[in-house]
T-cell receptor, first 113, second 114 residues
Framework: DADVTQTPRNRITKTGKRIMLECSQTKGHDRMYWYRQDPGLGLRLIYYSFDVKDINKGEISDGYSVSRQAQAKFSLSLESAIPNQTALYFC????????????FGPGTRLLVL | AQSVTQPDIHITVSEGASLELRCNYSYGATPYLFWYVQSPGQGLQLLLKYFSGDTLVQGIKGFEAEFKRSQSSFNLRKPSVHWSDAAEYFCAVGAGNYGQNFVFGPGTRLSVLP
């Protein structure tokens, strides 16, 4: 089984809709991240969490919110989706003390119409 | 803050040829350096990483990378490319145990000719 899983893998939604992307991990890592990937821009950090009670904004947090329901679960919400949020979204985990090597889920491809 | 550049957006090589993908970084301290590969429709897989010590790092799938502090570079190499290596490759720099400072380059897309 994969160590970092994301659901759904693909999602089509309409402008103005609220959607949630979910991430679960079995690696036992404390730290979790949400990134978005756009062609030619690499990955950009949306939010990160160093433990259940710690949530922090990343480079591009506007229009997004997150919830860390448990050590193993980290959800990303788009409160009111807009077309420029169409992207590939990745969840990642890391562990303090290992140089913060990040391990990624398979990604969620989101299309906002 | 750190930054990463990958000068080549797209590279095409013939199967069996050697490969070098370039990565340059900017960071004020000793960086933690990574190469990831993303196959079509897949997530990012860690190829190799450099934290300290030997500047030539061996990774999975026959890849290696060399850290050159004087050139602020961490280029990825493979002596003989296989068709299955066609993918997108990302260089990343981290600031030690500050995971939020993990910065990715824009990526290099590798195509392999038969």
């Amino acid at each position: 089984d994969a160590d970092v899983t994301q659901t759904p893998r693909n999602r089509i939604t309409k402008t103005g809709k609220r959607i949630m992307l979910e991430c679960s991990q079995t690696k036992g890592h404390d730290r979790m991240y949400w990134y978005r990937q756009d062609p030619g821009l690499g990955l950009r950090l949306i939010y990160y969490s160093f433990d259940v009670k710690d949530i922090n904004k990343g480079e591009i947090s506007d229009g997004y919110s997150v919830s860390r329901q448990a050590q193993a679960k980290f959800s990303l919400s788009l409160e009111s989706a807009i077309p420029n949020q169409t992207a590939l979204y990745f969840c990642a985990t890391s562990d303090y003390g290992s140089g913060e090597t990040q391990y990624f889920g398979p990604g969620t491809r989101l299309l906002v119409l | 803050a750190q930054s990463v550049t990958q000068p080549d957006i797209h590279i095409t090589v013939s199967e069996g040829a050697s490969l070098e993908l370039r990565c340059n970084y900017s960071y004020g301290a000793t960086p933690y350096l990574f190469w990831y590969v993303q196959s079509p429709g897949q997530g990012l897989q860690l190829l190799l990483k450099y934290f300290s010590g030997d500047t030539l790092v061996q990774g999975i799938k026959g890849f290696e990378a060399e850290f050159k502090r004087s050139q602020s570079s961490f280029n990825l190499r493979k002596p003989s490319v296989h068709w299955s290596d066609a993918a997108e490759y990302f260089c990343a720099v981290g600031a030690g145990n500050y995971g939020q400072n993990f910065v990715f380059g824009p990526g290099t897309r590798l195509s392999v000719l038969p």
